[in-house]
T-cell receptor, first 111, second 112 residues
Framework: NAGVTQTPKFQVLKTGQSMTLQCAQDMNHEYMSWYRQDPGMGLRLIHYSVGAGITDQGEVPNGYNVSRSTTEDFPLRLLSAAPSQTSVYFC??????????FGSGTRLTVV | KNQVEQSPQSLIILEGKNCTLQ??????????LRWYKQDTGRGPVSLTIMTFSENTKSNGRYTATLDADTKQSSLHITASQLSDSASYICVVTTGTASKLTFGTGTRLQVTL
């Protein structure tokens, strides 16, 4: 039982490049979310999903896209990377929203 | 605006000592409150979760309290260990389960 798996762990992008952060869970959780963590700030919700085929925006969705074609996977796409998107990104999943399991994070630097 | 404030921002204690971390929130409507431990370079890991009707919840040496009237919570760590060095994050959930409001965390360092 791997829990929530995020890849890659580290990534450096040039401004304007696009990429996809991968998130997969093997716990059959319906709820999945993406957060970013910046110094001095609490985790902020980017996008979330309450089931396959259903996604919605969180607090800071601009510049990011998501899709949820399967229960297991919830990729986060950066359309055109900007230095302001330099952050640590966490994916989390939950069976019913009662408690969340977080991945180990992706540290992204945009230069 | 929903907010969660934690204090202190950082704390250094000697191994074996106790400490208490504070959390004040203005999230509404309240669903539950969670405390997470986040080791450096890792994702947050759940310690406790409390609903409106629960005043105290323990997990080993960690004891969380909740006063829903004053909208305050505390996390008490007993007989601290070096492995307790981490950030402790208070998270409050609104009525919608997917909407969590995170505090900025208290960074705890336990030293010899």
């Amino acid at each position: 039982n791997a829990g929530v798996t995020q890849t890659p762990k580290f990534q450096v992008l040039k401004t304007g490049q696009s990429m996809t952060l991968q998130c997969a869970q093997d716990m059959n959780h319906e709820y999945m979310s993406w957060y970013r963590q910046d110094p001095g700030m609490g985790l902020r919700l980017i996008h979330y999903s309450v089931g396959a085929g259903i996604t919605d925006q969180g607090e800071v969705p601009n510049g990011y896209n998501v899709s949820r074609s399967t229960t297991e996977d919830f990729p986060l796409r950066l359309l055109s990377a900007a230095p302001s998107q330099t952050s640590v990104y966490f994916c989390a999943s939950s069976y019913s929203g009662h408690d969340y399991t977080f991945g180990s994070g992706t540290r992204l630097t945009v230069v | 605006k929903n907010q969660v404030e934690q204090s202190p921002q950082s704390l250094i204690i000697l191994e074996g000592k106790n400490c208490t971390l504070q959390c004040n929130y203005t999230v509404s409507p309240f669903s539950n409150l969670r405390w997470y431990k986040q080791d450096t370079g890792r994702g947050p890991v759940s310690l406790t979760i409390m609903t409106f009707s629960e005043n105290t919840k323990s997990n080993g040496r960690y004891t969380a309290t909740l006063d829903a009237d004053t909208k305050q919570s505390s996390l008490h760590i007993t007989a601290s260990q070096l492995s307790d060095s981490a950030s402790y994050i208070c998270v409050v959930t609104t009525g919608t389960a997917s909407k969590l409001t995170f505090g900025t965390g208290t960074r705890l360092q336990v030293t010899l």
